[in-house]
């Protein structure tokens, strides 16, 4: 669920819903009836990271995003840049979202994530360094990995595959409902 392009990038003119022949076969896209120019709409990848703080004894360091309204604590999360490879962005994110300086990068896997027409790269970074949050980030908090809590969703699904690594079975929280009520975050410290 993305927004939607009105005019054509390439000459402005309008696009419209338009059937074309494809590999696939016959696909109805929005497309520019003037210059042929085709709005493909692909997934965005995102990346993500399990932030294992080496120097706080392995805790690992979940955040809570400023726009959010439950009390939700998650992976810190980012789009690539062009001209980084994967790695090297998840280690720009990080320091950037909490000033930590990354030490290892190991990929976890790739998770769905079609609501916002995105595919999530999650990394296992291992970090230290003082820690400062960018805007973006309301609060943070330092779990043990047994105590993190998943969420049903692409990243959760991550740090649940993480936490499997490690001979640690997830536990997963209700996903928080639209009238802002959360599941209690795991005990903290
Ligand atoms: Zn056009």
Redesign the pocket.
């Known amino acids: 669920m993305t927004a939607e392009y009105r005019y054509?990038p390439?000459?402005?003119?309008a696009l419209a819903w338009i059937e074309g022949m494809e590999d696939g076969g016959a696909k109805s896209r929005l497309r520019?009836a003037?210059?042929?120019?085709t709005h493909w709409n692909n997934p965005t990848p995102v990346l993500a990271a399990v932030v294992e703080c080496t120097d706080r004894g392995g805790r690992l360091l979940l955040a809570r995003n400023a726009a959010w309204s439950g009390r939700m604590f998650a992976l810190i999360t980012g789009f690539m840049e062009a001209g980084e490879t994967p790695e090297e962005g998840i280690a720009r994110e990080v320091k950037e979202e909490t000033s930590l300086v990354a030490e290892a990068v190991k990929l976890i896997g790739v998770y769905d994530f079609q609501r916002l027409n995105q595919v999530i790269i999650a990394y296992h970074v291992q970090a230290r360094g003082e820690i400062s949050l960018s805007p973006e980030l309301a609060e943070y908090r330092l779990f043990e990995p047994g105590d993190a809590l998943c969420w049903p969703a692409g990243t959760g699904y991550a740090l649940a595959d993480w936490l499997r690594g490690r001979g640690i079975e997830p536990r997963f929280i209700d996903w928080p409902r639209r009238d802002g009520a959360t599941a209690t975050p795991a005990t903290s410290s």
Request: proline share 0%; aromatic share 10%; hydrophobic share 40%.
């Open positions: 054509c390439q000459c402005a003119a520019c003037a210059c042929g120019f």
